[in-house]
């Protein structure tokens, strides 16, 4: 069967619509199964029916006429249970419905499966049978049940594309098509789409041997001059928008291009008699297969550039011509996989927002996008990108929402966003020399998360008042080895001086988990409960030491470091990490260098470090949440998944309690406690936190102003009984509904930026 089910899903992927799609399965299941009827009846939403829309054995007169109620018959029994029911005497059943036109009369045995996908029922396919009336046995239903299994994603597609393409049998409505996502860069565009697909076709390149050596090492050196120079062109481009440390990104590119890199190794093929085509081909494949295998998403990212470059060289090998495009003035550029070039080849002012099918929040583009601040939605599920040209599209880089041919009361509600937005920035501004005080003389410390020198102008623009997490691993990563002791000293200090005399939080390295370093690949079957963080560092001293060393040096004359200590998971890791610092701090005093011993704290992200909070608190001299990774953990949930992001929730009942849990037993130790992540960045959390007792909040600085103005505006003994009643409360969604109302009743509506997707009127995929 599993060959069946193979060649069933291979030709279903190559149906040109949703009706070709429907009727290959019918006719293919009704042949392997050997029965007499096969069906699919799709759910149309509006209607809230059941529409016979493929068969195989019934009257073909009945396709698009004959529906049922949302629970009527047996169809809707299917439906209403989300089971397989399997019947010998389905006439017999109560919940039997008999339509004349379909012929179906005859037909006693009945199995109908549920098609399911991401928990949404988009209809019930069905096998009924005449002659030797029976049970279908189990065989065949768990035939049928991984029939639908397997090909409920690819209805779903081909589904959305029919709405889209204005051809779907069931759709009444065809706009406010909605599709999920994961938030990329914060803000609302609203625009023309444009989609653009890569300029050549790598997998397309066949094999072969060279006719001359000479001629195809001349093409293929001329070919990676003319890229070079688009590449210049693209980052002179976007200079504007960048600073130098995120236009480093378009160097790397230029780096790869070296004889010593990329471009060498395919010279050498060429040199052993391969053609120039084929010898680009196979250095991409294997420098991408080498990425594509890492767990780090960051690194991940980097198989997207190489290929992107690839690409590039190819179509000028085939010396493609290079047609003139016409950006749309509030473009919206769409692809199976952004590129940084792609969006430098868009004139910044005509690009108002990114989509992505694929990628995270960690990519490249995003990091771009959060930068030149454009909206953007990553990592998208069943989106039929050649139906999205050309098509006004709404992207909600809040939520990492993507709206198709949205109605007028979509395009106004979103419009008002656009503008609530630039008027919340303009009001705002105006805090950032204000202190955070509450209405009853409560001080709360509003610290920002770095990592490139990018950061920090952003973060003193927004009045910060200093860093709660430096991600020291962002020097790693860019480098293709272990940065020097110098080169970290100048790392370091940049951070330093810019946020003196205000203090500077950085974390050790943290690599392991979703962030490895190509020169130091780690490969397990389950990263984020493996070697990371100061797990690492403790196996290798030598690693440690040296960063230990260019912290304190980098720090001299300053005395505004912090060093806190990722993914501690027991006081001995602690201890250990102590004795190291302090040898390093004392064979600095004795070499002469007035460096001062700064704060060690660790951060509390494993649960097992919520529950020794105390212990932990004896032996450093603060403590900081990472809420992210914390939330993670206690949920079991990749918020960078599509699949399964929807399950990720900060206001979750079990994170608050065990914030609260954290916060209360740092009180008692009378040591300093703050929070990284993103609850801190939300208002609402801020909220919470601040009354929890949490003395300082890192975030994003994008966020930071909206933080100020709501605990501003608030008094303690108000955000105290919130705290009080939302602790009582057991799902995560009646938390963020009570802070959502509670916030919106105090005046600070504009604040809450809540999804539209539960709103739409029609089709949501």
Sequence with gaps: MLGTLRSIVQEVNGAKDLTDALGVIVARVQEAMETDVCSVYLLDEEARRYVLMATKGLNSDAVGTVSLGYSEGLVGLVSVREEPI????????????????????????????????HRKILGVIVVQQALNRRRFDEGEEAFLVTVSAQLAGIIAHSEATSFIGGNSPIAKKKYDISFKGVAGAPGVAIGQSLVVFPPADLDAVPDKKTLSIETDLMLFDASIICVREDIKMLGDRLSTQLRPEEQALFDVYL????????????????KSGICAQSALK??????????EVMSDSYMRE??????????????????????????????????????????????????VGLVSIKGSGSSHVAILARAMGIPTVMGLVDVPLSQLDERELIVDGYNGDLFACPSDELRVHYQNV???????????AKLKDEPCITTDGTRVKLWVNTGLMADVMRSLDHGAEGVGLYRTEVPFMINERFPSEQEQIRF????????????VTMRTLDIGGDKSLTYFPISEENPFLGWRGIRITLDHPEIFLVQMRAMLKASEGLNNLRIMLPMVSNVNEVEEALHLIYREYHELRAEGYPVVMPQVGVMIEVPGAVYQVKELAERVDFLS??????????LAVDRNNPRVAQLYHSFHPAVLQALNKIAQDAQEMKVQLSICGELAGDPAGALLLAAMGFDALSMNASNLLKVKSVIRGMS?????????????????????STLTLALKEAGFGRFMRPSKVADASSQNF
Aim: no cysteine.
């Design 86 to 117: 399997n019947l010998e005497h389905a006439q017999k059943h109560k919940r039997y419905r008999y339509f004349p036109e379909t012929g179906e009369e005859r037909y006693e045995s009945f199995l109908g499966v549920p098609i399911i996908h």
């Design 255 to 270: 780096g790869m291009l070296d004889d010593k890199a990329l471009a060498g190794e395919v010279q050498t093929q060429i």
């Design 282 to 291: 196979r250095v991409i494949n294997d420098y991408a297969s080498h990425f």
């Design 302 to 351: 980097r198989a997207v550039d190489i290929k992107d470059l690839g690409r590039r060289i190819l179509s000028y090998l085939q010396a493609r011509e290079t047609k003139k495009v016409d950006y749309p003035e509030n473009t919206i550029l769409v692809s199976d996989e952004l590129t940084a070039t792609m969006l430098g080849e868009v004139p910044q002012d005509k690009l």
């Design 418 to 428: 656009v503008e609530a937005d630039r008027e919340l920035d303009e009001d705002l």
């Design 492 to 503: 370091y200090r940049e951070q330093l001086e810019a946020f003196a005399p205000n203090q």
């Design 625 to 634: 949440v990472g809420s992210n990774d914390l939330t993670q953990y206690l």
């Design 716 to 736: 303690m003994t108000w955000a105290k009984e919130l705290l009080d009643s939302v602790m009582k409360l057991d799902s995560p969604f009646l938390v963020q």
